[in-house]
């Protein structure tokens, strides 16, 4: 059984290996298959039952239900815990049961299922491994909105400043912003907003779509206001804008649809000022904007990317900017003949073509919802364009 000391290990965990596998041997030829594979989530998403009892939340992130479909047919599974800042490793045995849709499952936030774990065995090894890490440090550090603007009418930014006047770090374009919003239960609702404008060290801008069962982007919208104080952790992420020497010898091309247009706006802010602080331009490379919305009442920052337009075509260098309205039948065909617009049709691999002459001469960054990312970079990837080329963020519905 668990001690006292491997409960709380467990309760601060953010992460867990597991594995499942199954035999069977009831038909002519035999069929069986393992899996080892990840979970994880924030620090006490595993909870402790008692002794011999835990039980973790599945996420929307899994589509693929290996780890699921073999504890179906094998309820047997392995779990390691691993304490990467002492080298440490705890395992667990037992046996799984899985919850798919009881009442319960609706009061673990995001849980799309419940598994709970039987424990049979506990093994405990010290210094098991050979490497240990440092755990980083990242102090929560209260924000000020000092401005909150209705882009759309789903898309509202939040402007936000050091509450106590100091400098911020910089982000990265494409990253986004870690915010945890204090609930009665005395525990944080975590979320992450990409930052929507240029880096700087002065203020961030998040701009965060109203999700119908979305709690905390209800309470943004319609709970906090100028001068209220938010608490975030410094900027994240990987998918970040590349403008070294050799990526511009390519194209940029910004593909998004829907909120996915936030980290597409913070990287043209970047592209534009890297080019007004270089001398005028002489380069063929082109900025492709390509971005799809519902309709015009959804289709955010179009004044903000026009804007932009302007000051890159200033240096002389290329840009085209194009809007896919999805949900319209009609509307006007250009906007004063800088930006093009097409109504009743998606972003696809055939407009793709139409746009970007030369597929494998540039560097995508996607972002959107799962449908649309998969048929980009399906088509991206079907095409020839080599896989570091293609640089994605997932938004919206798995």
């Not at 041997?25 to 393992?34: A, L, S």
């Not at 009743?344 to 139409?354: A, D, H, L, P, Q």
Request: net charge negative; aromatic share 8%.
């Amino acid at each position: 059984q668990l001690s006292s000391e491997q409960k709380k290990f467990i309760e601060t965990a953010d992460t867990f290996f597991i594995a499942s596998g199954y035999r069977d041997e009831k038909h002519d030829r035999q069929h069986f298959g393992m899996d080892a594979s990840h979970r994880g989530g924030e620090p006490g998403f595993v909870h402790v039952l008692g002794d011999k009892s835990i039980m973790f939340p599945d996420y929307s992130g899994n589509n693929h239900f290996n780890t699921l479909g073999n504890l179906v047919m094998d309820p047997r599974v392995g779990i390691t815990f691993v304490d990467f800042e002492e080298g440490n490793l705890l395992q667990l045995t037992g046996r799984a049961v899985i919850d798919w849709d009881s009442d319960k499952v609706a009061t673990v936030p995001d849980a799309k299922r419940l598994i709970y774990i039987d424990i049979e065995e506990v093994v405990q090894v010290t210094n098991a491994l050979p490497i240990v890490w440092a755990k980083e440090i990242d102090p929560v550090k209260a924000l000020q909105v000092v401005s909150k603007v209705e882009e759309s009418s789903e898309i509202t930014s939040f402007y936000l400043q050091d509450a106590e006047g100091g400098n911020l770090v910089p982000h990265k374009a494409g990253q986004h912003l870690p915010i945890e919003i204090p609930l009665s239960s005395g525990s944080y609702a975590k979320r992450t907003y990409t930052l929507s404008h240029i880096p700087n060290s002065k203020f961030y801008r998040i701009s965060v779509k109203r999700e119908p069962h979305g709690f905390v982007s209800k309470y943004l919208h319609d709970g906090i206001e100028e001068g209220d104080l938010i608490p975030a952790r410094s900027p994240q992420g990987d998918f970040v804008l590349d403008l070294s020497a050799n990526a511009q010898q390519k194209d940029i091309v910004l593909l998004s649809a829907g909120v996915g247009i936030t980290p597409m706006l913070s990287m043209l802010h970047s592209i534009t000022n890297t080019l007004t602080a270089a001398p005028k331009s002489d380069t063929t490379q082109t900025i492709h904007f390509i971005h799809g919305a519902r309709n015009t009442a959804t289709h955010a920052f179009a004044v903000e990317v026009e804007k932009l337009r302007t000051r890159i075509a200033a240096t002389g260098a290329k840009i085209t900017v194009s809007y896919f309205f999805s949900g319209m039948s009609t509307g006007p065909v250009e906007d004063k003949g800088h930006s093009v617009r097409q109504y009743g049709t998606r972003v696809s691999g055939e407009i793709i073509n139409r746009i970007v002459p030369e597929l494998d001469n540039a560097n995508y960054y996607i972002c959107g919802p799962s449908k649309f990312m998969g048929d980009v970079m399906g088509h991206l990837e079907g095409s020839g364009v080599p896989q570091g080329q293609i640089h994605f963020e997932t938004f919206g519905p798995k």
